[in-house]
């Protein structure tokens, strides 16, 4: 269990009614906080001690740290421990929850400092028990990633390794909201995960994208991975930033689900709200805005629950087909 003292100290995110940081983190079993908290019925599931995720898209915009945030936050609400880590330059998620992000250390700084900084020192703990975050860091560090001067360690070793400290940590899922597009970091993320999910806003210019994310997915499956036999599955796309209200969105959404398999994609549709943009400018989950939580919400206890038996929390007996394994086909 996380020690109670362990990390940084922060008195809050920014939100002047509800804060939402704390070092409270729930001390149940991980099957008896399942149980608890949503009623699991475990005979047919077997649980797993550690599951990555990493939030790969093509383009930006299309809704990947808003997804990052609640997602998490859903999931934590769940009886899931959960890290967050901000694995953006542009630190999205960081910049949507605390100010604190511009000068805490974080992930950057972890792969750049592998000896002297210790992973829990960077360790954010929130109010919601079971949720805690790690800002993309430093900017001078950052910076110096954008500029391709990360030494001669290889990024994809650095990345590898720092995955290894992590899995150290007690926690049940470690969430990397990832860079957008296709480029060493992502690349590197995605091969050391256990499971990927893309965003995918529904529209022609993310149609014609496709085939580019799923070789990524293909390369991420086929990357030599040394004495590790983990390969990442495809936890499937989800359509986010869709707009209900226009018939030429919903044209593109059915487009979408008629290039792919029925179960790569995900079920649960992200649709544009006004309440994602105010619960980011609040410093919040937008299931924290109001008292009671509010349909867009909702949406995110959705995609969690669609999501936990693909993501080897809740890994069921029969696997998914064999078939969505093979990504580079689907490009041909």
């Known amino acids: 269990m996380l020690s109670p003292d362990r990390g940084r100290k922060v008195t809050g995110f920014r939100h002047s009614r509800q804060r939402f940081c704390s070092i409270f983190h729930p001390n149940q079993s991980k099957i008896s906080r399942l149980t608890l908290n949503f ?44 890290l967050l880590i901000d694995a953006d330059l542009q630190g999205g998620v960081g910049f949507s929850l605390t100010e604190k992000s ?13 000896g002297s900084l210790s992973v829990e ?14 800002t993309k860091g430093t900017k001078s560090v950052a910076d110096r990633f954008i500029s391709g001067d990360w030494g001669e360690t290889p990024l994809s070793d650095r990345i590898g390794r720092l995955e290894h400290r992590l899995s150290e940590l007690d ?14 970091v992502s690349m590197a993320l995605s091969v050391v995960s256990d499971s990927l999910l893309v965003p995918q806003q529904p529209s022609p210019l993310c149609l014609r994208s496709l085939p580019q994310i799923l070789r990524m997915v293909a390369g991420a499956r086929s ?34 689900r008629d290039l792919l398999p029925v179960e790569m ?27 009671r939580p509010s349909a867009s919400s909702l949406i995110f206890d959705q995609l969690a629950a669609e999501l936990e038996p693909r993501l080897s929390l809740l890994e069921e007996e029969e696997t998914f087909s064999e078939t969505q394994g093979n990504y580079a086909r689907l490009v041909d």
């Open 171 to 184: 926690f049940d899922l470690i969430l990397f909201d990832g860079p957008c597009g296709i480029n060493p």
């Open 102 to 114: 511009k000068d805490a250390e974080g992930f950057y700084d972890l792969l750049f400092d592998e």
């Open 265 to 291: 994609v995900l079920e649960t549709v992200i649709s544009i709200q006004r309440d994602f943009l105010e619960a980011s400018r609040i410093g919040v989950p937008v299931a924290m805005l109001r008292d």
């Open 121 to 134: 020192n960077t360790i954010i703990d929130t109010k919601q028990p079971g949720l805690s975050l790690i």
């Open 39 to 82: 009623g699991v019925y475990l005979r047919n599931f077997k649980i797993i001690a550690l599951a990555t995720l990493t939030l790969i898209s093509q383009k930006g915009g299309v809704g990947k740290s808003t997804i990052a945030v609640n997602l998490s936050y859903s999931l934590a609400r769940r009886g899931w421990r959960v």
């Open 223 to 256: 990357a030599d991975r040394g004495d590790s036999k983990r390969v990442p599955n495809l936890a499937g796309f989800v359509l986010s930033m869709a707009d209900p209200d226009d018939p030429s969105n919903l044209d593109d959404q059915r487009e979408f």
